[in-house]
Nanobody, 128 residues
């Protein structure tokens, strides 16, 4: 079992930056690939970014590539999402998720169903 808790959301103006953090507790954090997803009401959960358990591989959706950076600290059981140059269309509830990946140091998934554990989400609102 892994418990995840996001923090760092808020209300910002377009062009600003935010840093989301996700604290993990429970089983060995370094066995899990981690992902960030986001969701707006009435829409499906959308992939944002992912990082392999060893942090050697990362992947971003086209909509955030070049603006967002995912990182992790296995020593601190933490994954972060640095979001720069925010746009109103980035407004959503952001979730971090954990996917057991002890078989590979480079594995990650962009599919929500691959992730076994989810946080409760943190709201990000970007005003124009």
């Amino acid at each position: 079992q892994v418990q995840l808790k996001e923090s760092g959301g808020g209300l910002v103006q377009a062009g600003a930056s935010l840093r989301l953090s996700c604290a993990a507790s429970g089983r060995a954090f370094n066995n899990y690939a981690m992902g960030w997803f986001r969701q707006v009401p009435g829409k499906e959960r959308e992939f944002v970014a992912a990082i392999s358990r060893s942090a050697t591989a990362t992947y971003y959706s086209d909509s955030v590539k070049g603006r967002f950076t995912i990182s992790r600290s296995n020593a601190e059981n933490m994954v972060s999402l640095q979001m720069n140059k925010l746009k109103p269309e980035d407004t959503a509830v952001y979730y971090c998720a954990a996917d057991l990946a002890n078989f590979s140091g480079t594995y990650y998934s962009t599919v929500a169903n691959a992730y076994e554990y989810w946080g409760q989400g943190t709201q990000v609102t970007v005003s124009s």
